[in-house]
């Protein structure tokens, strides 16, 4: 199954938000989708076709990826050109390098510099670039930040602390189909002699979904 | 599979009232925009989603579009844009 129907959201939208809460209810009654998934999992067990802990060790790692591993492909491509290069034009093979495969999807990279800011929604639902970033934050999902980031997306960066000259380019990328973006921010100047480590924790989560730029240096000090 | 489109060519996304696993959302049916490169060919999304082959594979472009285009009272720069995912069958010359 492809990353495309765990990722949608239908029939989600039951009137309140389980993000945040200490204790999440459970979904009454249950959706048919969810009902279906059981019957197929029970039957695939019983059948002796995958076990219980596979499926426990598949979802284990699934969940275990994060923002780390877009944060070391971007240093990469910081540090790399020629890797940086081989990134934007054809990252199946620069994603190789990190042991990654999007398929079916392919991944999109696109560049920050002094003249243009870019930012990934995914409108339709939420599609994100899971095998590198992991699971979406819990507004990347939510309908307003899907409305908003293609009709006002500046107003959207300024409200997540993000103010950007009016002379400075806006590109929104709405990952509807078959791509997913993961956005390379610019190297702050002054980290010419930093290691590779040290710049890996520059690189954050929302700086790669381009909500924000990467972290201020002196946020990493002491 | 041959490209209709190549990289600058402008096009209208058509505007169709389509039920269904639809990929092109509402804010770009009948909006012109540049195509910014070839995707590549993929699965038909309309009928993959209902369990079928999604064959013949759709041919896939990212359309750039003027965000004034889309939001004739967008408060951005003018040079801001839209980049989105359109599949050959949804889209004509402009």
Redesign the interface.
């Given at each position: 199954m492809s990353e495309?129907h765990h990722d949608h959201e239908h029939g989600h939208d039951h009137g309140h938000d389980h993000d945040g809460k200490p204790i999440q209810e459970d979904a009454l009654p249950s959706l048919e989708a969810q009902i279906l998934e059981t019957s197929v999992r029970e039957l695939l067990i019983e059948k002796g076709i995958v076990s219980a802990e596979d499926i426990r060790r598949a979802i284990e790692a699934m969940d275990s990826r994060g923002e780390s591993l877009g944060a070391k492909i971007v240093v990469r491509a910081w540090t790399d050109p020629a890797f940086k290069e081989k990134l934007l034009t054809s990252s199946d093979d620069a994603l190789r390098e990190f042991g990654i495969n999007m398929s079916?999807m392919?991944l999109?990279v696109v560049e920050n510099s002094d003249d243009v800011h870019n930012m990934v929604v995914c409108?339709?639902c939420s599609c994100y670039p899971r095998p590198i970033l992991g699971i979406p934050p819990a507004w990347y999902k939510r309908r307003d930040y899907r409305a908003r980031a293609?009709?006002?997306?500046?107003?959207v960066l300024q409200e997540f602390g993000t103010v950007l000259p009016?002379?400075?380019?806006?590109?929104?990328?709405?990952?509807?189909?078959?791509?997913r973006y993961l956005v390379l921010p610019q190297r702050p100047a002054g980290t010419e002699d930093w290691t590779t480590s040290q710049l890996e924790k520059l690189v954050t989560r929302d700086s790669m979904i381009g909500v924000s730029d990467v972290r201020r240096l002196d946020e990493l000090v002491g | 599979m041959e490209s209709r489109y190549k990289p600058g060519d402008k096009v209208r996304i058509l505007q169709r009232n389509q039920p269904g696993h639809v990929?092109?959302?509402i804010?770009v049916r009948g909006k012109t925009g540049v195509i910014e490169r070839i995707?590549?060919s993929?699965p038909n999304?309309e009928t993959l989603?209902y369990g079928h082959s999604g064959l013949p594979y759709k041919m896939?472009y990212?359309v750039n579009f003027k965000?004034g285009e889309?939001?004739p009272d967008?408060?951005?720069?003018p040079?801001?844009?839209?980049?989105?995912?359109?599949?050959e069958h949804w889209m004509a010359p402009a």
């Open positions: 495309h079916p392919e999109c409108t339709l293609v009709r006002e997306p500046r107003a009016d002379n400075k380019q806006v590109r929104v990328h709405d990952s509807n189909a078959d791509l | 990929r092109t959302p804010y995707v590549g993929f999304p989603a896939l990212r965000q889309l939001w967008y408060e951005g720069a040079e801001d844009t839209l980049e989105i995912e359109i599949y």
